[in-house]
Every structure is written in C-alpha cells, then in structure tokens.
C-alpha cells in the first residue's frame, strides 16, 4: 500500500503504541537479515510456527526483473566470512587443477574480471578481445572457471548463475532447470496463462530456486561489501512524497493450526501446558511483526513530515533533526527510534540511503546548524571564489556567518580538511 503526502503532512496522524506492543521493542532493532535470523531461530522452538515469505515472487516485479543484475533483490543470502579472497580461491583451484597451457592462461586472465558477487562483468573493451581470440579457447575457459567453487561463480547473468547451481545439484527437483531456463520471468510476475508450466511450480520448487546463492562470491573475502535491503521506498516528485514498506524481503509466518489441533486430542497435562505456551509465543511474534510495521511507518510519516524540503529536492541538505525530536513526534521512546534507525536502510526515488542520513546532528547544543549545512555552504563559497586570492579560513568563517552559520575557523579549517580541499594558499599556488 501506498500512501500519498502533500506538503501540509500534520502530526495527526500519529498512532500510540499501546503497552501490549511496547514488550515488541527488541525486535525494532532488527534489519531484515538479523530478523529472518531471529524467526528461523524462533521455528526450530516452536514446530507449529512456519516462516514463509515465497509470496514475494510475486511482489515488487518491476523491480525484480532484471536478471543481468547481480545483485537483484529476490533472494537473501548471509554471507560466511572466510580468510581467502574470492579471486586467491579460484586461482588456487586453477593451478593445483590444470596444467600450464594458453587456456589455463586465460582462465587465469578472466578471473580478474569476476566481481565480488562472484559475476564475470568484463569492460565492452575486454570483451571484444577476447572475443578476438579463437571462439572455442574463449568458451572453454569460460566453461571450466563455471566448474569451479562456489557453484554459480563465473555467471554473466542471474538466470545463468541459478541454472549452473542447479545443474551441479544432483539433488535438484526434476523441473527446477527448465522452470529457471525456460520460464525465469514467470518467478517474477503474477500466474498467468502465457506461463503454461505455472501449474507444475509447487511451492517446493520455488522453496528450492530460493535456497539457491544469487550472489556466490560472497563467501569469499573479508572486505565485502553485503547488498543493501531497505526497509522503506519512498519516491518523492514535484510536491508529492509517497512511501511504502518494503515487504518484498519481509518473512511471513503463519501457525500450524491442523497439526495444533491433532495434539490438542490428546489429553495429557504436560503437552496441553506446553501446547499453550507454544501458541502464546506466536501470538507474542505475531504481535511483534505488526508493531515493527506500524512503528515503521511512523517512521517514515516523521521522516517526511521533518525532512520534506529536502525529499523534494528543495533543500540541498537535510535539517538538523535529533532522535528525541523523531520520538516525540511519533509519540514513542527516544531508543525506539534509535533502535529503527540503526544498521536500516530507505529506497529514495532508487538510491539506498542509510536512515541514519536523516538524522544529521547539529554541531552545538541548540543550534539548528549541522555539519552537512556548513560543508555544502564551504563548497558553495570556494567554488566561487577568486582564483587568485583564494578565501582564509578565517574569512570563510566570516562569510559563513553572514549566511547564518556560526562556525569557529578552526571548525572551518576542520571540514574543510575533511572535504579534501586544500588551503587558500595551496589553493592559490593550484597544488593538490
């Protein structure tokens, strides 16, 4: 669902926590890894408790249809932290395998161009010599960097990446290979006649397809970056800011209700008391789950009602805005916020922002100034400044206030080391 704001967003539209919901707090400070984590946990404890989140297929399709992306949002995976990088990984499996010849030469060339994510991503500029080269050296190198661990390593697609992991499966279900070979976009769009296999896709199958790695590289290397999953989309245009909860990576959980019951028949004490203990844990989740989602939409409602001129683009920075202004706007505890804020990410208009990006500290205690307010301001004024007498920090701490930034020279001397810009006198002298 989404929801439409004009710019005379008020705070009536706040919703009270109520006590009940309060004991819901600690799951706020999970992102969407930590909580998937957290309710898997929560299944193996309790076996009436199922997690599910494969309805999202069907979900967000614009967004999860381009399978030339490695780091298409369809799929979670928690990468393991191993000492090796992915790139010493393959080359100790190279030379410890095949002898020297030109095409364990060029295997060797073409796993400098395998990124993080465990893609070939080569330059149009490497491709075309490559392809200068003998077609067949080319593909036989290319064939046997995909025979490598981790299955699915050396991938030029998402599509290619599932089906070379399916292929090394011996396990694999009968139909997986030619649902992913013949029918991938299907995964990405509502049932339809023009998918004629859609019938023969079980949940299990699609259980499976999501077990797969879209992303093997990441088992590999200590400096990887993981991929980004926000928790809020929010597109903003002209006078207009619209948000919506990103459910697309939410785990659904639901109760087991039949075999429930078949234990309920049974009378015995012991079971009956912990078959009451069982359900009241998920209601407790179930209640939980909600009051994550609510509490996040207030967060996002006072994100837009604090920061609207800059989610318009008619602030070039956000405003000062603290955690206890945030909570007292959303009628909830300052923690409470911080714990929403912390380690989450939003989709703006496509970009992934950390949400702590809206919450810039002022640089003193009752100044309504931030950091980012005075570093675009500097860049502003030395941008425009003569080139043969360059501002002193001490004047751009006097042009500065004038705009009504108060900000010491030493502060000045301070961001401005820390935007890379040198001195007025290294300026003036044009050094680096």
Known sequence: MK????????????????????????????????????LYQKATENPFLKVENMDYFFEHSSRLSDENSPATQWIEQIPSKKESSLRSYLYDQIVTTYRKTPIRDLMIQMIDEIDPNGYLISTNEQLEEWQQLEHYRFLDALTLIQQLDPPGVGARSLKECLLLQIERDDDAPPLAHEVVEQHFECLFREPNDQCDRWKEVTPQLITY???LTPRPGLAYGENTAEYLYPEIMIHSSKNQISYELNRTMMPRISFDQELFQSYQQQKDDELTAFLKTMKKEFDWLKTSLTAREETLT???????????????????????????QAAQWMDVHES????????????????????????????????????????????????????????S??????????????????????????????SATQRKLKLP
């Open 3 to 38: 929801h439409q704001f004009s710019q005379h967003l008020n705070q009536s539209q706040q919703v009270t926590l109520t006590p009940e919901l309060q004991q819901a707090v600690q799951l706020l400070q999970y992102n969407f890894i930590d909580l998937k984590d957290f």
């Open 298 to 324: 207030k967060l996002a409602e006072a994100m837009i009602y604090f920061q609207k001129d800059y989610l318009l683009n008619q602030s070039t920075v956000p405003v000062a805005l603290t955690m206890k």
């Open 336 to 391: 409470t916020v911080s714990r929403l804020v912390k380690n989450k990410y939003i989709d703006w208009n496509g970009q992934t922002v950390p949400l702590r990006h809206f919450f810039p500290t002022p640089i003193a205690k009752d100044s309504d100034t931030t950091k980012e307010m005075v570093q675009h301001a500097l860049t502003e004024l030395i941008d425009h400044e003569s080139k043969d007498t360059p501002y």
């Open 393 to 422: 920090d001490q004047t751009l701490s006097e042009l500065l206030k004038e705009k009504g930034l108060s900000v010491a020279r030493r502060t000045v001397a301070k961001y401005r080391q820390e935007l890379n810009i040198p």
């Open 209 to 211: 397809i999501q077990s």
